[in-house]
């Protein structure tokens, strides 16, 4: 079992930064990818930047130049640094964690960008 606890979520205006952090815990042998997804009112939970163990990513198209992945050397955290956020990036962003083919979620940090 994988626990996902994610931070660093708060309230910024436009044009402004956060950086979310994602802590796994638990049986953390064998993690293969970690990934930020987030989800607004009304609208399905969409893929925001993946990382995989061997160090490759994958961004949604609305993100990419803005927003950065990345983890630390022991692959246990993970962290989403976003610049030049836009109200419309305003969501409950998830971590997820996978481990042999088993996804785990946390419990979401919520992001509100003001215009």
């Known amino acids: 079992q994988v626990r996902v606890v994610e931070s660093g979520g708060g309230l910024v205006q436009a044009g402004g930064s956060l950086r979310l952090s994602c802590v796994a815990s638990?049986?953390?042998?064998?993690?293969?990818?970690m990934g930020w997804y987030r989800q607004s009112p009304g609208k399905q939970r969409d893929m925001v930047a993946v990382l995989t163990r061997s160090g490759s990513t994958t961004y949604a198209d609305s993100v990419k130049g803005r927003f950065t992945i990345s983890r630390d050397n022991t692959y246990t955290t993970a962290y989403l640094q976003m610049n030049i956020l836009k109200p419309e990036d305003t969501a409950v962003y998830y971590c997820?964690?996978?481990?042999?083919?088993?996804?785990?979620w946390g419990q979401g940090t919520q992001v509100t960008v003001s215009s």
């Open positions: 638990g049986s953390i042998i064998g993690i293969s990818a």
């Open positions: 997820k964690t996978t481990r042999f083919g088993i996804d785990y």
